[in-house]
């Protein structure tokens, strides 16, 4: 079973039917439009396929726990960002009235107006719906793409070397990592050693003895991967990709698809100001 943000080699249409251009195609128009829509109700709408996704990849639910951690970790800055959301000026959709009504409002003397309105909480909502898509997404072609097809597309799209490597290298770093610190704390554990404390100064101390070994283990692989550069010859020539690019009728769907949306929203965002609030 693959680790964290490693990919796994499986027989589900993701997998195998789809080109890595198409799903590059996509996740980025996906991600831009994402980053351009504020309305919880359109970004609501973009998370209607990945649940399609999420099932047809196959993908371990456990993985989602990194987002749910994320989403509410991140709750406390976002929703302090939202108590400030009480300028009616702001809002270019929404009646600016009914946005800043307040719920529960107060006039600080240095900060000025702080609360909660209609218009914080939409902002809120999107903040951490934009969180959970962007994760998701990425999840779930990370999952589905290997290292080899997203390096062999890049290279035959004519993207400069370095780029290229930087990308395969940090494809492979957190699940690396994610073993290596596996290893570390399961050796720890035989020792007797536990985090888990009361005290937070006590959890700080008895964190000394995972940082230690793993400190010295991550400068180790940075000088394998600093060695294993100049055997392949980085920056010496321009690789060869293993593979041209050929699309399917599908793929031209979904590319088209991609294209499609990242248009809609760019012209609605500016035309009409879809997707804002």
């Known amino acids: 079973m693959a680790r964290w943000l490693e990919y796994e080699s499986r027989e589900t249409y993701l997998h195998r039917k789809i080109h890595p251009l198409a799903k590059m195609a996509i996740l980025l128009s996906i991600l831009i439009v994402s980053g351009f829509w504020w309305d919880p109700r359109y970004l609501i709408g973009l998370a209607s396929p990945l649940v399609v996704l999420i099932y047809v990849s196959k993908i371990p639910l456990t993985w989602f726990r990194v987002v749910l951690l994320a989403m509410v970790t991140a709750a406390y800055p976002v929703t302090l960002a939202a108590l400030g959301q009480t300028d009616p000026g702001i809002y270019k959709v929404l009646d600016p009235q009914w946005a800043t ?7 600080f003397p240095i900060a000025g107006r ?79 050693w536990k985090l888990a404390h009361w005290n937070p100064l006590k959890m700080i101390q008895r964190a000394v003895p995972l940082m230690n070994p793993l400190m010295r283990r991550v400068a180790i692989m940075v000088e394998q991967i600093t060695l294993a550069t100049q055997v392949r010859g980085f920056g010496a020539g321009r690789p060869t990709p293993t593979q041209d690019i050929h699309l399917k ?7 088209a698809l991609g294209v499609v ?7 609605g965002m500016f035309a009409w100001k879809l997707g804002q609030i």
């Open 114 to 192: 702080l609360g909660i309105t209609p218009g914080g909480m939409l902002w809120m909502a999107a903040v951490e719906i934009r969180t959970m898509l962007m994760a998701s997404y990425m999840f779930v072609f990370i999952y589905t793409t290997s290292m080899a097809q997203v390096t062999d597309t890049l290279l035959a799209l004519k993207v400069p070397n370095p780029i290229v490597f930087v990308i395969a290298i940090v494809y492979r770093l957190i699940p690396d990592l994610s073993r290596v610190v596996e290893n570390i704390l399961s050796a720890q554990r035989l020792r007797g």
């Open 261 to 267: 949306l990242l248009v809609f929203a760019l012209v």
């Open 101 to 107: 009504t307040p719920l529960l409002v107060y006039d």
């Open 249 to 255: 009728g599908v793929d031209y769907v979904i590319i």
